[in-house]
């Protein structure tokens, strides 16, 4: 499991991962103690077979009928500088960065600074080198940094939750959509192993079939991590309630809001002692917008696949 130089992150060959089992299977109150630990061991493992599963980029986007997965995340991240009408030079903080795929392919499209903030080390070390690679080590870093301590999912939110935490916290909606909703290609289909695509082999059930067998191999002759074949099987269950919540509606993976700060509400809210609360809740809410789990109203009571499993 190679590309540009990809390598199984240092220190699992001990079976790091192996403990997140143990928190996962045991008591809610231990696995929240444990979440911090045991969310960094889970994305250490999990980084390469997004990478090489899906790219750069660990999300989803609209899709236009003839357009590949590739090109229509690319796209995406296209309309997202355009929509904070980014210029050269300009500074952009991306929260829940990941390896970096958006914040390289960002600067690029707009010839900003880009910092990712993250706070998995393996996946920082990963971007930085995907950085040097793609020539934009200057423009682009990374930051090490809780973004939410210990990184404990809380409950799944609908979007109109997520609305009122963002006037809560003082921002001005400018506009707001499930950009989910007008794809002309369903979100979920790379995933579903009933489609068949050249361009997403390795995401077909084919390309399944022939990763896990061999991440089996490379795990039994040792250079894989204990563990690996574990957390694939963990990913394909994943991918099938992925595809299950999206084809019954349950949530979106795209729900977009683009929002501004009015400098008078910061003054305001600090003074009336209201602006703590309200970023909090913030926080958590843009936690979930950043990990692609906003929920929609439900049409359908079908079962939610893990939090953990879906893509940032």
Same mark, same amino acid.
């Given at each position: 499991?190679?590309?540009?130089?990809?390598?199984?992150?240092?220190?699992?060959?001990?079976?790091?991962?192996e403990k997140y089992h143990v928190c996962y299977g045991g008591e809610e109150e231990e696995r929240k103690a444990n979440y911090s630990d045991m969310v960094n061991k889970y994305y250490d493992l999990v980084t390469s077979f997004y990478e090489f599963g899906w790219g750069e980029s660990f999300h989803f986007a609209p899709r236009w009928k003839g357009e590949s997965l590739r090109e229509s995340i690319k796209r995406h991240e296209h309309f997202l500088a355009l929509q904070l009408g980014v210029k050269p030079g300009q500074k952009v903080l991306d929260v829940g960065c990941g390896i970096g795929g958006p914040l390289r392919e960002f600067a690029r499209?707009?010839?900003?600074?880009? @910092?990712?903030?993250?706070?998995?080390?393996?996946?920082?070390?990963?971007?930085?080198?995907?950085?040097?690679?793609?020539?934009?080590?200057? @423009?682009?870093?990374?930051?090490? =940094?809780?973004?939410?301590?210990?990184?404990?999912?809380?409950?799944?939110?609908?979007?109109?939750?997520?609305?009122?935490?963002?006037?809560?916290?003082?921002?001005?909606?400018?506009?707001?959509?499930?950009?989910?909703?007008?794809?002309?290609?369903?979100?979920?289909?790379?995933?579903?192993?009933?489609?068949?695509?050249?361009?997403?082999?390795?995401?077909?059930?084919?390309?399944?079939?022939?990763?896990?067998?061999?991440?089996?191999?490379?795990?039994?002759?040792?250079?894989?991590?204990?563990?690996?074949?574990?957390?694939?099987?963990?990913?394909?269950?994943?991918?099938?309630?992925?595809?299950?919540?999206?084809?019954?509606?349950?949530? @979106?993976?795209?729900?977009?809001?683009?929002?501004?700060?009015?400098?008078? =509400?910061?003054?305001?809210?600090?003074?009336?002692?209201?602006?703590?609360?309200?970023?909090?809740?913030?926080?958590?809410?843009?936690?979930?917008?950043?990990?692609?789990?906003?929920?929609?109203?439900?049409?359908?009571?079908?079962?939610?696949?893990?939090?953990?499993?879906?893509?940032?």
């Amino acid at each position: 499991m190679s590309s540009n130089n990809r390598a199984w992150p240092a220190g699992l060959m001990c079976g790091g991962y192996e403990k997140y089992h143990v928190c996962y299977g045991g008591e809610e109150e231990e696995r929240k103690a444990n979440y911090s630990d045991m969310v960094n061991k889970y994305y250490d493992l999990v980084t390469s077979f997004y990478e090489f599963g899906w790219g750069e980029s660990f999300h989803f986007a609209p899709r236009w009928k003839g357009e590949s997965l590739r090109e229509s995340i690319k796209r995406h991240e296209h309309f997202l500088a355009l929509q904070l009408g980014v210029k050269p030079g300009q500074k952009v903080l991306d929260v829940g960065c990941g390896i970096g795929g958006p914040l390289r392919e960002f600067a690029r499209f707009s010839s900003a600074s880009v @910092t990712g903030l993250n706070n998995n080390e393996y996946q920082i070390s990963r971007g930085k080198e995907l950085n040097r690679i793609a020539g934009v080590d200057k @423009t682009c870093d990374f930051v090490k =940094a809780e973004i939410e301590i210990g990184d404990g999912l809380p409950d799944i939110r609908l979007t109109t939750k997520c609305l009122e935490a963002l006037k809560q916290a003082g921002f001005e909606v400018i506009w707001e959509k499930d950009l989910a909703a007008d794809s002309p290609i369903p979100w979920y289909l790379p995933l579903d192993k009933s489609h068949f695509s050249l361009s997403s082999f390795r995401l077909t059930a084919v390309g399944r079939f022939f990763t896990k067998n061999m991440v089996k191999a490379l795990e039994f002759v040792g250079l894989a991590p204990k563990g690996s074949q574990r957390v694939q099987d963990f990913l394909e269950k994943a991918a099938e309630g992925l595809v299950e919540g999206g084809k019954k509606e349950i949530f @979106t993976p795209m729900y977009f809001f683009l929002v501004r700060k009015p400098e008078n =509400a910061i003054s305001k809210k600090a003074a009336t002692g209201h602006l703590a609360p309200a970023v909090s809740l913030l926080r958590r809410t843009m936690h979930l917008c950043n990990s692609v789990i906003v929920t929609k109203p439900l049409r359908d009571m079908g079962q939610l696949a893990p939090p953990e499993s879906l893509l940032r």
